[in-house]
């Protein structure tokens, strides 16, 4: 296999050229969609806080109807996940709240399995016991440092 400080041929050095210019401009947009997205946050505060001091029900501007609703976000502090559990037991809901956290059960395999020492390109729940159980897909992808 080469070395990787061999030098690319021509269509793969213009490939990674090309996505080294997207990923430029993916960042310079991502960049803009933050600042926009915290100037929107500022203005909707105002128009919340307008709207609710004049008890306004909605209002008609810059061809849109607006209205104010009222969001609910909820947390579940660990010092009391088995109180939680347990009411959601009572109230009939333990299998409706209760789910697979995907993203922690990829973590922990990913850490046991490079603590292993496995192959990255063999599924991490194979020989454990989630294997079967959980569904695991393996995709090469490409990943790049920067080197000047």
Known sequence: ??????TPVAPLQAALAEISEI?????????KIDTLKERRGHLEGLAVEEMLTQRLDGVKAAG????????HRFS????????????ARRAGLLDAVTQVNTARLKA??????????????????????????VGEYVQPVLRHVTSR
């Open 64 to 71: 849109r109807s607006w209205r104010i609703e009222f969001a």
């Open 76 to 87: 579940a502090p660990k010092a009391r996940k088995e109180q939680v559990m347990e009411a």
């Open 1 to 6: 296999m080469p070395s990787s400080t061999d």
């Open 108 to 133: 922990e395999l990913t850490e046991r399995a490079k603590a292993a020492g496995r192959d990255a390109r063999q599924p991490y729940s194979d020989g454990t016991e989630f294997e079967g159980l």
């Open 23 to 31: 990923d430029a401009q993916v960042k310079e947009l991502n960049d």
